[in-house]
């Protein structure tokens, strides 16, 4: 985009009440947005120190019509993906299982805004278990051995 | 855009760790995530869920930042690319009408709510620079409808006669803030002519 935008004076500013208008506008428009959404942007700092490639979120099962659920012991299906990764979760009341594609050998850890919260290991077909499961919100940090990070979206407990 | 000296600062030192420029950063621009998410008519939860998409980014992002001016620039654009992102994973039609036929093109949208986001955060910084009485005043005529002139004498102890030519004053003093004031000398100049 034009990064030359200049936030010069609005010529409006010059009437007194185009300015009260203005000025209205602004107060409001920063009390609009709810201080939990400012803290959680301010929490995503303990996020600076791991390198990694961000997996977003692009399938949830709670998002499909109820009909179609699954009446196993799956909670909820989730899939994150980034450019050439793909994380496939499913939520157990016992454990989280998982699988990294394309597959490789390596470690995932759970992690909050508070640290690390469970860890396991994931095998030569990118299957991993991770429980009991986090009872606070988390993510997924997968390292493979070949080197490459990944980082999951935000998983509900 | 002038490079804004505060900005420019803030990067810096959260780009070396300083947790509080990092949450300064988040509190001036978290206004600018929420109106593009608002635009795209997000709902809550997934306004929070691009909040966080676009902060770990920029977490991410802020090493590499060389111009701290384009900072805003950068955050609408990867706000409206998450949003994009998550209206894609989360419907069960293609948005193929969103992404293809915009009737204002994307970066339009960008520009026109940094332009909007600028222009707000240099009014709220130049009304905290106002005296008290100013703030106080003006508040009250900014109420919608505006507080009557004989509630404000009450409430403000000041004779109703004077209130006009006091609100006059304010603004005239929110247009001498140095916020506003260097908008004003960075206006139009003789280039322009």
Known sequence: ?157 | MRDDPTVVDLVIRARDGEKNAWDELVERYAPLVYSVCRRYRLTQPDIDDVGQSVWLRLVEHLPGLREPAALPGWIATTTQRECFRLIRATSRVEPVDLLQSPDIPEQAIAEEEVLRHERGAILRTAFSELSRKCQQLLSLLMQDPPAPYDEISRRLSLPVGSIGPNRARCLTRLRQTPALALLAADGPGPNDE
């Open chain 1, 1 to 157: 985009m034009n990064e030359e935008v200049r936030p010069v004076m609005d010529p409006e500013w010059h009437d007194d009440e185009k300015l009260i208008a203005a000025l209205r506008e602004a107060l409001a428009s920063a009390e609009d947005v709810p201080s939990a959404f400012v803290e959680a942007g301010k929490a995503a700092f303990a996020w600076r120190s791991i390198d990694a490639e961000l997996a977003a979120l692009t399938y949830d099962s709670a998002l499909e019509p109820v009909a179609i659920r699954s009446e196993s012991a799956i909670l909820r299906s989730l899939t994150f993906a980034s450019d050439g990764w793909t994380v496939e979760l499913e939520l157990t009341p016992d454990a989280v299982l998982g699988q990294l594609d394309p597959p490789g050998v390596g470690m995932v850890t759970a992690r909050g805004d508070g640290g690390e919260l469970a860890t396991a290991d994931i095998d030569e077909l990118g299957f991993f278990v991770l429980g009991p499961p986090p009872t606070v919100p988390y993510r997924l940090v997968c390292q493979t051995s070949s080197g490459t990070t990944i980082l999951t979206g935000w998983i509900p407990p």
